[in-house]
T-cell receptor, first 114, second 111 residues
Framework: DSGVTQTPKHLITATGQRVTLRCSPRSGDLSVYWYQQSLDQGLQFLIQYYNGEERAKGNILERFSAQQFPDLHSELNLSSLELGDSALYFC?????????????FGQGTRLTVV | GEDVEQSLFLSVREGDSSVINCTYTDSSSTYLYWYKQEPGAGLQLLTYIFSNMDMKQDQRLTVLLNKKDKHLSLRIADTQTGDSAIYFCAESGNAGNMLTFGGGTRLMVKP
């Protein structure tokens, strides 16, 4: 168990809908990262938050947004969902914002858009 | 941008050594990582190596880094059926510590 908790584990929704994925980082970790794993794109970095502030942005669509709350949990919001958004979404956490040697991953949320 | 490449598939017999290879393009990579993903599970960090090291050993795992050729390998000694999984190479460059992953190598261990 990595200590990173993601909910829900599975989500099935229709095209055009909006969903929210939730992540609780390991106790004490200030950084949260979101990654998308899909068959065609592989594992791609979406966005990073550090202590409530956006720190780095990757290949995140404009339809997607994230935030990190004062208690350090994070949410990834996906809107106007398309079939191609079906993927495994991972959250990871690490203690520091820069050059941390370890990022711990949650079990992921499997999103299926139908 | 950064690119990390891995072969797709490796099959070995139980008890043999497995060697999974990875190449990367970002010469400013500071840390290089190996993650393991079992079916239905998240990514488990196996080991990492700092870019100024050539080798790191951790029990059955040996990581070799050839910085000149930008080549990283993971050797698993005495491979067991429980080692069957997808192994991802990843690098952390100079854009914060987001990870850039390879496509993953599926390791199949035959009894």
């Amino acid at each position: 168990d990595s200590g990173v908790t993601q909910t829900p584990k599975h989500l099935i929704t229709a095209t055009g809908q909006r969903v929210t994925l939730r992540c609780s980082p390991r106790s004490g970790d200030l950084s949260v990262y979101w990654y998308q794993q899909s068959l065609d794109q592989g594992l791609q970095f979406l966005i990073q938050y550090y202590n409530g502030e956006e720190r780095a942005k990757g290949n995140i669509l404009e339809r997607f947004s994230a935030q990190q709350f004062p208690d350090l949990h994070s949410e990834l919001n996906l809107s106007s969902l398309e079939l191609g958004d079906s993927a495994l979404y991972f959250c990871a956490s690490s203690p520091a914002g820069q050059r941390s040697t370890e990022a711990f991953f949650g079990q992921g949320t499997r999103l299926t858009v139908v | 941008g950064e690119d990390v490449e891995q072969s797709l598939f490796l099959s070995v017999r139980e008890g043999d050594s497995s060697v999974i290879n990875c190449t990367y393009t970002d010469s400013s990579s500071t840390y290089l990582y190996w993650y393991k993903q079992e079916p239905g599970a998240g990514l488990q960090l196996l080991t990492y190596i700092f870019s100024n090291m050539d080798m790191k050993q951790d029990q059955r795992l040996t990581v070799l880094l050839n910085k000149k050729d930008k080549h990283l390998s993971l050797r698993i000694a005495d491979t067991q059926t429980g080692d069957s999984a997808i192994y991802f190479c990843a690098e952390s460059g100079n854009a914060g510590n987001m990870l850039t992953f390879g496509g993953g190598t599926r390791l199949m261990v035959k009894p």
